[in-house]
Structure formats: C-alpha cells, structure tokens
C-alpha cells in the first residue's frame, strides 16, 4: 500500500488513482483559469513560470504521498509526463481558439522551465521520503520555500537583479525588458538542474544500496553549482562587476566603477554631474545619504543587461547605496536614480524604500526631486491628465494600481502630487509620507481634501494643453495589455539582426509578419528604414500610408507624421511635404516635435536633401554638411541640429569650438523661441561646456519663462550657482 504518513491522510486521499485524479485536475483548472489573465494567457514565459512552480509542488507532494506507485521509473515517468505536458496543451488550444500568438521560443521556455522544475520537486521528495523523519510533506513544502527564498538573497547583497532560479529558471528583473529568451547559459543551468535532480531520482528507484548517502553525495554537485555560480557566469558579484568595467574612481561623495571604454571627456562630465545633483537634491529633499553613493556606469544598454540584468531601465539599489546607469544617456537618468538614493535616508524597511514597498511613493518621490520629463514639469503633464476627468489620484498609491497604466501616466501623476505636497507643507514631511505611507499621519490633512486641494492647484496652472499632447503622452500600451509582448519582442529583435547584417528584404519580410499579427510601430519603423536604406523612398511612402490609420488613436502617430514629411521632402515633393508640415504644426503636440518639423522645412528649402546621399549617410558627412549650412545661414535650427551630433558622438570639443553669438540669431521670445534656446544651452551644459552656454543662459534670463519651462530653467539657474560655488571655493 502507501506509506505510514500517506495512510493518515484523509480518505479521500487514500487510494492513488483518487490523489492523481485531483492532482491533475488542480493542473488543470490553474491552466484554464491561467488563460484569463493578462501575460499568463500566452504560452510564454509568465505562464511557464506558473506552471514550473506548481507543478514542482504536485509531483513532489505526489512522490510523497503515493510512495507505492514511484517505486518505478516508469510510474514516475507516466505521471509526470501528464502533470507537465497538460497545461502545455490547453495554453496552446486556448491560443490556437482564440487565434493567438504563436508559441515560438515560448515552448522552449517552457520545457526549459517545467521539466527541470518538476523533476528536481520528485528529487527533493525522495530525498526526504528516503529519510525516517515524520511530517514529510511539511519537510517538503519547507526546503521547497528554502529553495525558493535563496537565490532571491543575490538580487539583495549583489549588484544583478537578474536570477538563476531553481523552480522559475530565470528571473529578468524588470518588465520593461520584453525580450526573454533561452540563451545557452541558461540552457546549461537548467540541464545542470534536470540532471542533478534525475540523478538523485535515478539512484533512489533503481540502485539498491545505502540510499540516503546516495542522496547526499548527489548534493555536491548543487553546492558546487552554488558557491561557483558567480564564477561560471550564473550571477553578478560586486567584484566581478568592479573587474569587468575596470575602471574605479571617487570623488567627494561617491564612489565610481565606469566601463572604461567611456571616452575621458565624458567621464569628467558624468563626474560632475554626480556632484552637483548630490548638493541640489541633498537641499530640495532635506536628506543625506549615510556614506559615498557607488555608481556603475556602463558604456551602453547592452552592456548594462549583459552584466546587470536590464537592458532598457537604469535602477537603483537604495539598500545597496547604489546606482547602475548607462553612460550614453546619462542625463536623461541621473538625476532620478540619486533620488531614490536621497528618499532611501527615509525608510526604516530592509530595501531602504517606501513603507509597504509602495510603487507609487517610490517613484513619485524621485519624480518630484527631478521635476522634468522632456524638458517639461511634471506638473504639465499632471493637467493634461485632467482631460479624462478627475483622476482618481488616490487609488493609484493603493496596492499594484500604479501599474495599471501607461508608466507615463502613473510616474508622473505621482510625481506631480508629491511635488505638490513638498512645495505646500515641506519635504520633510514629505520624508515622513515615504518613511511611514500614512499621508494623514504625515501632512496632518486628510486625505481627500489633500486631492481636491490638488487637483484644484493643477487646474490653476497657466498653461494650455490638448488631446494632441495628451494623446502623444498617455497614448500607449502598459505591457499587461499587449498583444504577445514577449513573442513579438523576439520577432523584432530577430528583424533588426537581419536589418543591421544589411539583409533588408529578409527583414522587411520578418516586419511585414509581425505586423500581420500585431500593429507594432517597431515593425512599420522597420520596414520604412529598409526601404530608405534601399533608396525605396516611394515604396516606403506607400507602406506608410496603408498603415497610418491603424496608429491613429495612439501616440505613435505623431512620429508617423514627422516620417512621411520626411519620406516627401526625400522624394523630391518639397510642395507636398511642406503642405504636410504646416498642417502638423497647427496640430503641435509638444515643441520638440514642432523643432523638427521646422528643422525639415528649413533644411527642404536650403536643398539639404540634395546635398546628401540619404541612403548610406556616414556621420562625418552630415555633420560636415550641417556645419557648412548652419555657418552661412546662422539658424538656431541648425545649431541645435550640430550640436546633438556632436553629442551623440561625444566629440565635446567640437561643441565647445561652435560659436555661440546669440546676437546674430534672430531673437524669439515666442514659447517656441525659448524652448529651443533652453534646448541649445541644455546642449552646452550637458557637454561639459558650462561657460561655452552662460551668454545664451543670460539672454534666458532676460526673458519671461512660460510655465512649463521654468524647471528646467530653475535647474540651469542651481548649475550656475554652483559653478559660482565652486569657483568661489578654489
């Protein structure tokens, strides 16, 4: 029969047939009533992961209980197979009824996943089946948990936030990476877990010797696997870190690991910037890091997620003091992430964040020290906002509603009220908000008078928005509401591989079927970039048209726009694109949007597109050209345009070598004129180049900031006061 612990097990459990039949059906309704559930409902890696963890309890649990029946490999292998394969086969129906995405690398994933997990649960169960100990099944649920908890400890005293995991099998560390695959150090972890976990299986059905010992001579190779891990590339140390970046530096408060392919004049500038926003947040949040602030810069995104775990988000550890950052877009991150380091003086938990680990103080309190999303304030975008009603502000700080939107909508929204409240009643109540997450408690108002007084504050602000503006902001897909997000990353990032290997028609064939499935902007980029690769102006101008309208209701839209004037001026259709551009600029969702717009009427009637071979334009080339045009006709346009080539090439002395005779532009105090020339100087400022941008920060200051401009202008102001500062002290 069953075993001594199994016969005490309620009646309905006695008999095996009865235990595999519930089993199985707890499988199967955790599948189906998977299938209702954003991301779980694809046969990806949420719901791999899923059906990893609860299978590696069913069967573990079943090797307990219905010890009788495993004593063959056989038995194991039958039930198994079932408890595995089940839930795979109603994903794939439920996909295939509702036409679906396709699997893909999905189905890798989740064998990957699954079997391993499932196989080390029936490993772990002998292990403790084969010990004379009562409470099996509560000895297993506890090593189950210990085994789970763990590898969670790396994410916590290491730099990664990825993980190696023994029942998830990977964990990527944030959603804003879409694109989870199989690599092969993964498939060399997860083999290295299936054979472990066989082995031990192996040994406890057939060889017939001292079974216990057995057993634990197989736990070398996972302790081996565990003290190594770090070594074989299964995790990040802080050393190893320090040792693959090279380069170490320190300054007054902090200490620096850069990747030292980072060009020098660079690293002189993310250096300082480092200490300015420490003297201007250590002011504005009334807060002082305990000891110097460790910032990781990587050379680029793909760097950063080789070695740390995220690709597209650069993140902060507050419990950590630390910083990961990505050297190219330094200025755009910064300021945010040494935020989340200042609120960290404020937090009594573990993590060193807000009370209850509540996503939207968290944020909301770096978003209100940096004040800036495009070069606007947030409180901007808090009013375009109100073009939906009154948002209900206040269930965004409850539970995981902040990420029920657009990140856009719920990082600002909530930067904006915590901005509110320190402007009103000081930081340091606002600190007391983060530390506790009682907002009574710690502004002594209640709460929804705190709202409505808010939300009266955002409605005064003098400032103009549209359902343009708000469109291009709020006018996107939070990831649980995509269509196949984790299959169609894959299928672009295979696109853009054949797209940048210079295989165009294979890639615009791989985009034209994405975009059979999905209306991915990513795709219609694509195959428009093949095509002007090409010299396909036309064909490019075609496809664009088909597909604009299936775009129209989003905040893609407004990029499509700018690409078919672009696509007429390539033509030749100066009339065309002209017509198309004025027509845009009455639209005007953000001033950006109308620079470039501008910048492509000016560059069509100087015969720019002419002078260049749109299809193979090396940087040199356009710069030299830029350069050329913007001495003979001295536009702000043109300089803008030079400047960010020189930027992004980090040539800063170019930039410092570029005059800057501010009188010899034609002066526009229009909100226009001034949104370009704070762009000019935030050009110059973040170039290093400080005193190369004071005569245009001077003329600036001359003039009267409209709203939304007067953070970034208040932040160019504290840069040089510090400067003053620091020349003050040599």
Known sequence: MIDSESSSIPGQFTSSKTYILLSLSSVVLLSVVAQFL????????????????????????????????????????????????????????????RN????????????????????LGIALAFLIRENSIKNKRTWFLFFWVLLFVYPWFAIYFQPQIYLYHPWIGYFPGTIYDELIEPDLKFIIYRLSVFLFAFGMIVISVIIRFE???????????????????????????????????GDQRESAHF?????????????????????????????????TPEKKIISYIFNDDYDKKKYFGSKNADVAKP???????????????????????????????????????????????????????????????????????NPDIGSLFEGLNFFGNTSAYSYLLAGSFMKYLGANYGFDKVNNFHRTGDLFGAIGIHRDTLFSNYWEYIRAIPVLTDSNTEKLIYGYKPIISKYCPRYIAKSLRD??????????????????????KDNSYQALRGIISADIKEGFFSDALVILKKYMPHFSQTGY?????????????????????????????????????????????????????????????ELEEVTKTVYDLFLEKREPLLLNTLLNLYYSAYKFDKISDVEL?????????????????????????????IEGGRILFEYLKNLEIPFEFRASMELYTRIYEYELQLESNE
């Open 38 to 97: 954003p991301l779980l409902k694809y046969t990806d890696y949420e719901f791999s992961v899923i059906t990893g963890l609860s299978t590696s309890i069913i069967v573990g649990l079943a090797a307990i209980n219905l010890s009788r029946y495993f004593r063959s490999i056989k038995g194991i292998i039958n039930y198994a197979s079932l408890i595995v394969l089940m839930p795979l086969a109603i994903s794939l129906l439920f996909n295939f009824l």
């Open 100 to 119: 679906g995405c396709p699997p893909g690398s999905g189905i890798w994933l989740y064998f990957l996943i699954v079997i391993p997990s499932a196989t």
């Open 211 to 245: 079974k216990r010992a057995a057993a634990y001579f197989l736990l070398i190779p996972l302790i081996f696997l565990t003290i190594l891990k770090y070594d074989l590339g299964f995790g990040t140390s802080e050393a190893s870190l320090r040792n693959s970046l």
């Open 255 to 287: 200490q620096y690991v850069f990747d030292d392919r980072i060009d020098e004049s660079l690293k002189k500038v993310i250096m300082y910037f480092h200490e300015f926003n420490y003297n201007d947040l250590q002011k504005l949040s009334a807060s």
């Open 319 to 389: 419990w950590l003091n630390s910083i990961f950052i990505s050297g190219d877009n330094f200025s755009e991150t910064l300021r945010h992430e040494l935020a989340h380091i200042f609120a960290s003086a404020n937090s009594d938990n573990i993590f060193k964040v807000a009370a209850n680990i509540n996503p939207a103080i968290i944020e909301g309190y770096a978003m209100a020290l940096e004040n800036d999303y495009l070069g606007f304030d947030i409180d901007y975008f808090a009013k375009m906002a109100l073009k939906k009603g």
């Open 495 to 516: 696109a853009e591989d054949e797209f940048m290997a210079g295989e165009y028609e294979k890639a615009k064939r791989s985009y034209s079927s994405i975009l059979d």
């Open 557 to 617: 839209i407004y990029n499509l726009k700018l690409l078919e004037i672009r696509l007429l001026y390539y033509i030749g259709n100066n009339s065309s694109g002209t017509q198309k551009a004025n027509a845009f600029l009455r639209e005007s969702p953000l001033f950006s949007y109308q620079a470039e717009v501008e910048k492509m009427k000016l560059l069509a009637e100087i015969d720019y597109y002419r002078k260049i071979d749109i299809k193979n334009t």
């Open 661 to 689: 005779n501010i009188g010899s532009f034609q002066k526009d105090p229009s909100p226009f004129g001034i949104y370009l020339s704070i762009e000019l100087l935030k050009l110059y400022i973040y170039s290093g180049n």
